[in-house]
């Protein structure tokens, strides 16, 4: 009886383990028989579609591109926000017809108006063995000695003159000046490509600027005057509380360099005092 009873339980024993063997088997089965997942085949992102650069075909837009950059993106707006008032101190480095040179310290300061001839500027500048200042106000010039007006040479006075309607401003706000803009043929100057633009302002007074192809930036104006042909440079822009500033410009007279100008400070929006305008 004890031998039957242990006959029957190993028999049970045995149809067990080949129960789970044969489980074990299924599932193993069943498993290599999955097939795998594929990978996620990423979409292409859409190719936009190349328009090719902005086609140029007046002046009104390369001056609109310059205003844009020169504000930094903000245009206009950023211009007059910022540079309702200016205090700017440099030197100057200037070169007489027999060569001579002579350097002098400057500070300007500019009262924004609505125009260029709304103007308000002050240069004050400082020589070894003088100091005076030139004042620019409603389209006339006029000196301050020792708190004492003065009429300045007319030399000096068309100088100045020429640095406000020939300088940056006159294409900056071309607009407000009511100025007229010619789009002439691109140049190519040691390599680098130049949009072309005349401006001239109600005064018949015509500034030629040289634009930069690839930054939008003036890299160079010219003008004639008296029978003088006249070529600025400028160089070393940087931006100034968030418009861009040349620190440095060369002016040349019939191909001889007059004046070199670097610019070591400029500020915008500071209160400036009326009263220092006033031919009193």
Known sequence: MFLRSRYIFTLILLMLAMTVAGFAQVVTTQKSEKKPVPAAVPTPLPTPVDKGPVKITTPEQVAELVIFFYGRGGGRATLNQIRKTTQEKGKTTTTAADGHKEMSTYQRLI????????????????????????????GKIYGIYNNAVFTPRQDASLAFENQIVHGIEALLR?????????????????????????????????????????????????????????????????????????????????????????VLTVTFGQKIDDDIFKAS
């Open 111 to 138: 009262i924004r108006g609505d125009a260029l001839n709304k103007e308000k500027i002050l240069l004050d500048q400082e020589f070894p063995g003088a100091r005076y200042s030139l004042v620019y106000k409603e």
């Open 174 to 262: 071309y607009k407000e000046n009511e100025s007229k803009l010619e789009l002439g043929e691109r140049e190519k100057i040691m390599g680098v490509d130049y949009y072309v633009v005349d401006v001239t302002d109600k005064q018949d007074r015509k500034t030629r600027f040289f634009i930069s192809a690839k930054s939008y930036r003036i890299m160079m104006l010219t003008y004639e005057d008296s029978g003088i042909k006249y070529r600025r440079k400028y160089y070393d822009y940087n931006y100034a509380q968030g418009t861009l500033v040349p620190f440095r410009s060369v002016l040349w007279a019939n191909d001889k360099i007059i004046e070199e100008a670097d």
